[in-house]
Nanobody
Framework: QLQASGGGSVQPGGSLRLSCVAS????????SGWFRQAPGKEREAVSC????????AYADSFKGRFTISRDASKNTMSLQMDSLNPEDTAVYFC??????????????????WGQGTLVTVSS
C-alpha cells in the first residue's frame, strides 16, 4: 500500500512537500515515481528515483523546481516542490515499479499506485 500526503493549497511562488509512505514494500527495491494529472489532461511523469542506486530523473518542466528523495529508514519517498505556479495544480500520485530505462516516464511502467493528493496553486 502507498499512502500519499502533503497536498493542499498554496499561493504562486510557494512550496509544498509531498510524502508517500510504503507498507508491504521495500522502497529501495523499486523505482519510485511521482506523476500528476491535471483536470482534463492525461497523467504525466514528474520525477523518479531508481532502485538501490537512487539516481534521479525529472521531466523538463520540473528540473530545478522539484526534488525527489527517498528515506529508506522510513520507507518513504518525498517530492519537494518549489516555485509553484497555477499550472502545477493537479492530483499528484506516487508509484512503484520496475520499469526499463525507457519506460521510467510512463505510467505503464509502474504497477503500484498511491491514492493521489491534490495540489492547488492559486492566488
Amino acid at each position: 500500500q502507498l499512502q500519499a500526503s502533503g497536498g493542499g493549497s498554496v499561493q504562486p511562488g510557494g512550496s509544498l512537500r509531498l510524502s508517500c509512505v510504503a507498507s508491504g514494500f521495500t522502497l529501495e527495491y523499486y523505482t519510485s515515481g511521482w506523476f500528476r494529472q491535471a483536470p482534463g489532461k492525461e497523467r504525466e511523469a514528474v520525477s523518479c528515483i531508481s532502485a538501490r542506486g537512487g539516481r534521479t530523473a525529472y521531466a523538463d518542466s520540473f528540473k530545478g523546481r522539484f526534488t525527489i528523495s527517498r528515506d529508506a529508514s522510513k520507507n518513504t519517498m518525498s517530492l519537494q516542490m518549489d516555485s509553484l505556479n497555477p499550472e502545477d495544480t493537479a492530483v499528484y500520485f506516487c508509484a512503484l515499479g520496475n520499469p526499463i530505462h525507457s519506460e521510467r516516464g510512463h505510467a505503464s511502467g509502474y504497477a503500484y499506485w498511491g491514492q493521489g493528493t491534490l495540489v492547488t496553486v492559486s492566488s
